[in-house]
């Protein structure tokens, strides 16, 4: 079936509605499932915290930026398997969204249109979700903390708990992670293969620092963050789906349902059980053929995130530039690995490690996977073709 365009209706699209350009059928790996929120930690006071009140913008109030193909959506569904599913765009990729069965009564049939509102809601949480995430919408959290030059500003609580928990993964990254990224990222064209000026790149990578990123709470539930170097930027899209798949589970789940899966574009993370019990088998995509898999994953539950370095690039003047970008120097990360597939419980730990791993390479990011029990496994693809297991 493919993508149609349709309106905010749980029905199913009409065979009259408009097809949606952009998008075809969502892949499946070759095993049959899918092809490849966290408690909330200490967080930092700023030194300017008395200042916020200058600056309260109110985030709630903020104008709704429209979203590309927002309306664009399928439903998909599986009744031999009581499976369930929808299809959209959201966070510059694909996204499908699988509901097994419900723990009430009445089997898949009774449960049609229930299962299809709560797929209709997991995908309106997406929406929020990129309205406050997203880089480049102007009204988003992100967005308007990258524009304060060096104001405090007023957040919503779930971006704040992101935040807190990005600035967790970069201080473990031991500097091959940083969310504040942003200058250097302005400056690379990947679909156009424009390879920033040296000078330029040399400047922005001067404002690169985690640590000048400040959370604070101003009374009960009202929370802001800081840049304190006004040129900084940040750009969470190396950690936000970890996080929104975390979340987009812990909703549906406690809705009742048997199971659940939610696919952010490679990033994949399951919830409890399908009606026949098997596990579920997440494919591992060849970084050498997009359209093939060299192995499988089973899990009980957990993610299981790709991060890899043939997503995003381009070739000029025989080399070939990708989109990992080291924060230390602003060029792509040099790495012995074409791809790693990190297996965790949570979704926000499995990409919040893969880009460190992924730059530390096979060997080191193997030491540091082993180091860290959240990690249940991490598989490096070798340039060379190799496979290699960080626990054996």
């Known amino acids: 079936m493919g993508m149609r365009r ?67 959506f399928e439903f998909a569904e599986d009744a031999q ?11 510059n990729t694909q996204v499908e969204i699988a509901l097994y069965g419900s723990s009430e009564e009445g089997g898949f049939e009774h449960n049609r249109k229930p299962v299809q509102a709560a797929l209709q809601g997991a995908k309106s949480l997406c929406r929020d979700y990129e309205r406050l995430f997203s880089r480049t919408l102007p009204h988003s959290d992100i967005s308007r903390v990258n524009h304060a030059k060096g104001q405090p500003v007023r957040i919503d609580p779930r971006t704040f708990q992101l935040l807190v928990r990005a600035k967790e993964y970069c201080e473990l990254s031991r ?3 940083d969310i504040t990224i942003g200058p ?48 900084a930027a940040l750009d969470v899209g190396g950690i936000a789906k970890g996080w929104i ?33 098997e596990p579920w088998n997440v494919g591992i995509r060849d970084p050498r053929n997009g359209n093939a898999t060299i192995g499988k994953v089973s ?33 792509p990360v040099r790495s012995d690995a074409l791809s790693v597939t990190v297996v965790c419980a949570r979704s926000i730990d499995a990409e919040g ?26 598989i490096f693809v070798t340039k060379e073709g190799g496979l290699v297991m960080a626990r054996t």
């Open 6 to 72: 349709t309106s905010s209706s749980p029905q199913r699209p009409s065979a009259a509605t408009e097809a949606c350009p952009i998008m075809g059928t969502l892949p499946t790996d070759l095993h049959g499932d899918t092809a490849n929120m966290a408690q909330m930690s200490e967080y930092i006071r700023s030194p300017n915290a008395a200042s916020a009140e200058a600056v309260d913008t109110g985030a709630p109030s903020s104008p709704l930026d429209p979203i590309p193909d927002e309306e664009c």
């Open 81 to 91: 398997a009581c499976r369930q599913a929808i299809r959209f765009l959201a966070f």
């Open 175 to 177: 500097g091959t992670f």
């Open 184 to 231: 250097a990222i302005k400056l690379w064209d990947f679909k156009n293969g424009i390879v920033p000026d040296e000078g330029a790149l040399a400047r922005a990578i001067e404002h690169v620092r985690w640590q000048n990123l400040h959370l604070f709470e101003k009374g009960l539930g009202v929370y802001f963050a800081q840049l304190g170097d006004p040129e």
């Open 245 to 277: 798949a975390d979340a987009l589970l812990d909703n549906l789940m406690s809705q009742g349902f048997m199971g659940a899966m939610a696919n952010l574009g490679g990033n994949v993370a399951v919830a409890g059980h399908k009606p026949n019990a």
């Open 299 to 331: 899990l009980e539950g957990g993610s299981v995130v790709t991060s890899g370095i043939a997503e995003r690039s381009f070739s000029k003047d025989d080399k070939v530039y990708h989109h990992i970008l080291d924060p230390r120097t602003g060029m």
């Open 353 to 378: 490690f893969s880009t460190t791993l992924l730059a530390l390479g096979s060997e080191e990011g193997s030491k540091l996977a082993c180091e860290h029990p959240e990690i249940a496994q991490a």
